[in-house]
């Protein structure tokens, strides 16, 4: 296996236990959907004893409120069983961005400013929702919640590591505890 820097790689997941008897892994998964692996070609399981190593993905797909995850080299439940509570990596390289879609690791620490110019903070943590994310921007102890909507995000700079939003009027009066 080549070495891939450390930085290169991205935590997208959490094996859970092994599945079946043939070396299959159930899995927490931080992305959405199975495309994430399948796309990877390969992922890199680092045990709870700190080693690494990189399996081709063979197949994955959604179980429940998991996934299964199929590796080529682990063929059995004892070898798959090495893996439970191993993070899962993936090369940043191999993620696959639609048209105007971040990445959470692309938007946390981002600077975010009001579209007069005003530094309101920092991208500190993003919130799941089922209709959208709801950005928290942390600037001392104060924090704003800014809802991932185009009618409050006007402009992403991921090169600056910069967000542009617009004061929507009220928005900060909701804000405000």
């Given amino acids: 296996?080549?070495?891939?820097?450390?930085?290169?790689?991205?935590?997208?997941?959490?094996?859970?236990?092994?599945?079946?008897?043939?070396?299959?892994?159930?899995?927490?998964?931080?992305?959405?959907?199975?495309?994430?692996?399948?796309?990877?070609?390969?992922?890199?399981?680092?045990?709870?004893?700190?080693?690494?190593?990189?399996?081709?993905?063979?197949?994955?797909?959604?179980?429940?409120?998991?996934?299964?995850?199929?590796?080529?080299?682990?063929?059995?439940?004892?070898?798959?069983?090495?893996?439970?509570?191993?993070e899962i990596f993936i090369r940043r390289d191999s993620l696959v961005r639609k048209e105007d879609e971040y990445f959470w690791f692309?938007?946390?620490?981002?600077?975010?400013?009001?579209?007069?110019?005003?530094h309101l903070g920092d991208v500190s943590q993003i919130i799941p929702t089922d209709s959208n994310d709801i950005y928290v921007v942390k600037k001392g102890t104060r924090e704003i919640l800014l809802p991932a909507t185009y009618d409050v995000v006007h402009e992403i700079d991921p090169e600056n590591r910069k967000m542009i939003v617009s004061g929507t009027e009220g928005l900060f009066d909701l804000n405000e505890v």
């Fill in 106 to 118: 692309e938007l946390l620490g981002m600077q975010v400013y009001l579209d007069t110019g005003e």
């Fill in 1 to 86: 296996m080549a070495q891939v820097p450390p930085g290169n790689l991205l935590l997208v997941g959490k094996v859970m236990r092994p599945h079946g008897l043939v070396g299959a892994l159930r899995i927490f998964s931080y992305a959405d959907s199975e495309r994430s692996f399948l796309n990877a070609g390969s992922v890199f399981l680092k045990s709870v004893s700190g080693e690494t190593h990189e399996y081709p993905v063979k197949a994955a797909r959604p179980h429940k409120k998991t996934f299964l995850l199929v590796l080529d080299g682990l063929t059995s439940i004892d070898r798959a069983e090495a893996y439970r509570g191993a």
